[in-house]
């Protein structure tokens, strides 16, 4: 118990290092004078989203600080979604509605639609978000100066989470969790390795010219992951990206209940831990930091296992995930339920590893794909 003990407090304490040197790097973007031309397309995916693609727009013409253009792709709703933005846009010009063609063989539905929206931009920068994402009004203008001043490709942000079930909950915040817990920010701002690139497809800046150079959504096109395969694939091409604190800059409600949690995270689980090779090691850098010293509380109390020990390793491992979750604006129930979320998160990897090597299919929104 005492090598066990010591285990889960080297684990717990690589990665409250690891976070805290992150929080302190993750700033909001500061406003700085923009590039005299500086245009944004706010660019918009969009599949039977009617009960969210209006506030999207809405949230989206409130933009200040940069002049913008907002676009619509309609891909394939069978809903109203459609409708919606046209109303919009017969009374602001600024809003425009295109259509997604039929989804190429080899395609995935969002990365094919955002390709299209991309060929449809005008803008010096493509910002490309959810329809369940809501733009602040000075996200936009934020985004684009921090991309100008530090000479970023791409800058992306994690949008306010908003989780208003239990189920919500247990997987959602391990987005920021994973982020700010296991990435290095120092290595991802001093280089440009691709193993050091992440950003969110929810909240996502490139500048037009880097976009286009690099092949944009055309390159990823049989992903799911549009946000590190995009990353990824700016740094291996030798541009810069960043990760900035998106929780003033946008919220989103990307899931409802823990069912559609689970289909959303483990239909592309494949594609960042859930390897025959990464999910070992994440497995025990997970389970070893944030679930082990929970089972040996019990024995810290019965004296098996040495009590200071594993108190630390609780508190590094708790005192983490609060400082992520009240630094980001999530609810503060995840900090208490914060060994279940990593178990919920592992479980998902681990069915996403297990659906892949069976060949099983992934699919979303009625569409299904090839499992890789």
């Known amino acids: 118990m005492t090598f066990l003990s010591h285990v889960a407090l080297t684990l717990a304490a690589l990665s409250a290092l ?21 245009q944004v397309s706010v660019l918009i995916p969009a599949r039977n989203e009617e009960a969210h693609i209006g506030d999207a727009v809405e949230a989206a013409l ?9 676009i619509v792709m309609d891909d394939g709703s069978s809903d109203t979604t459609p ?9 602001d010009n600024r809003v425009r509605l295109v259509s997604a063609p039929a989804l190429p063989a080899g395609w995935t539905g969002k990365v094919h639609a955002c390709h299209r929206l991309s060929e449809e931009a005008r803008g010096t920068h493509l910002l490309f978000i959810d329809a369940d994402v809501r733009l ?34 247990l997987t959602v915040p391990m987005i920021n969790f994973l982020m700010l817990g296991y990435l290095p920010f120092i290595g991802m701002r001093l280089t440009r390795r691709p193993s050091f690139g992440a950003a969110c497809g929810q909240l996502l800046m490139t500048k037009r010219e880097a976009y286009r150079a690099v092949g944009g959504h055309g390159a990823i096109r049989d992903k799911l992951h549009d946000g590190i395969q995009l990353a990824r694939l700016f740094r291996r091409n030798g541009y ?22 689970w289909e959303g995270f483990i239909k592309n689980a494949h594609e960042g ?12 850098l997970l389970g070893g930091g944030h679930i082990l010293p929970v089972i040996l509380l019990p024995f810290a109390i019965a004296g098996i296992a040495p009590p200071g020990t594993v108190l630390a390793a609780l508190a590094l491992s708790f005192g983490l995930r609060a400082a992520i979750t009240l630094r980001t604006r999530e609810r503060a129930l995840a900090i208490a339920l914060h060994p279940a979320c990593i178990a919920v998160a592992l479980s998902i990897q681990w069915a996403s590893l297990l659906r892949t090597s069976r060949g099983r ?4 929104k009625g569409r299904v794909y090839p499992a890789e």
């Open 18 to 38: 690891l976070g805290a040197l992150n929080l302190l790097l993750l700033r909001k973007p500061a406003a700085r004078k923009l590039t005299p031309g500086t």
């Open 62 to 70: 409130e933009s200040v600080g940069v002049p913008v253009e907002i």
């Open 83 to 91: 409708q919606i933005v046209t109303e919009i846009a017969a009374r």
């Open 136 to 169: 602040a009004p000075d996200a936009a203008a934020l985004l684009v100066a921090h991309a100008q001043g530090k000479g970023q490709a791409m800058v992306s942000g994690v949008p306010r989470q908003i989780t208003r079930s239990l189920g919500e909950v």
């Open 240 to 261: 810069r990206t960043d990760l900035v604190a998106g929780h003033d800059l946008a919220a989103c409600r990307m899931y409802r209940g823990f069912a559609e949690s």
């Open 273 to 284: 831990m859930a390897t025959p090779v990464q999910l070992p090691v994440w497995t025990i």
């Open 361 to 364: 299919p992934a699919g979303w």
